[in-house]
């Protein structure tokens, strides 16, 4: 295991590139007394296929399958490829819900709106990482069964 880099440690420090070069790589080693910290690997995509609870009605559901090279720019927009409603039928993916087709002022229009096509603004896929700081949200209905049942009673 790799150990940390402390800011006391010596920094090996390069006069000129041809000193750079004379280091070789890996450049900063045992010898310079410098150990660089290996980096945690990436988190791995979940891509269960699981569809994940809402934490609030209003909340835009979390993306259950990998999306790595899905373009999604002016020209191209792979999501609607199985979310629009006329690929639905093939793709088996849950439609983008009518909100999608509604413009600022609640009209609905034929095709997705603007406002909802860069669907990334909204919608994120998951990875393994763990949380960095303990979460105690609670959802609205265990907040209501705990102030009706005995036991939640004085909470
Ligand atoms: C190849 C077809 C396909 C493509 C492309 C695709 N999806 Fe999906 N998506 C699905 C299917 C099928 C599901 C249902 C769950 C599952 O099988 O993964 C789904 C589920 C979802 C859900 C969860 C909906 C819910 O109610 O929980 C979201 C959000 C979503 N996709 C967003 C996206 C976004 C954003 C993109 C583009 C970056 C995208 N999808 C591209 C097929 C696709
Ligand atoms: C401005 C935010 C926003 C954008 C952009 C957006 N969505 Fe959503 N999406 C939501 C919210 C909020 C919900 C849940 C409430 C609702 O249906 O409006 C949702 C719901 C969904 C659902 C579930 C529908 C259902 O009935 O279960 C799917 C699938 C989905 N979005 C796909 C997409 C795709 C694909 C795009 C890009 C074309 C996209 N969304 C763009 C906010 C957004």
Redesign the pocket.
């Known amino acids: 295991m790799a150990q940390r880099a402390f800011a006391t440690d010596p920094v090996p420090t390069a006069a000129s590139t041809r000193d750079v070069k004379a280091m070789g790589r890996p450049a900063f080693t045992g010898a310079e007394g410098l150990v660089v910290q290996e980096a945690p690997g990436m988190p791995k995509d979940v891509s269960d296929d699981q ?1 994940r609870q ?1 934490n609030y ?5 979390v ?1 259950p399958h990998a999306i790595a090279g899905y373009q ?1 720019d002016l020209r191209a ?1 792979k ?2 490829t ?3 409603r006329e690929f639905t039928g093939d793709s088996q ?8 087709f509604q413009d600022r002022d609640g009209q609905v229009l034929g095709a ?1 709106s603007t ?9 994120v896929p998951q990875t393994d990482a763990q949380p960095r700081v303990v979460n105690i949200f609670r959802d609205v209905d265990s907040v209501i069964r705990d102030s009706r049942s005995p036991a939640g009673e004085g909470k």
Not at 93 to 100: D, G, K, Q, R, Y
Not at 115 to 123: D, K, S
């Open positions: 569809r809402r009605p209003e909340q835009p559901p993306i999604l927009n999501c609607l199985c979310h629009a993916a849950p439609m983008i819900s009518v909100t999608h997705v406002r909802r096509y860069f669907c990334l603004q909204c919608h």
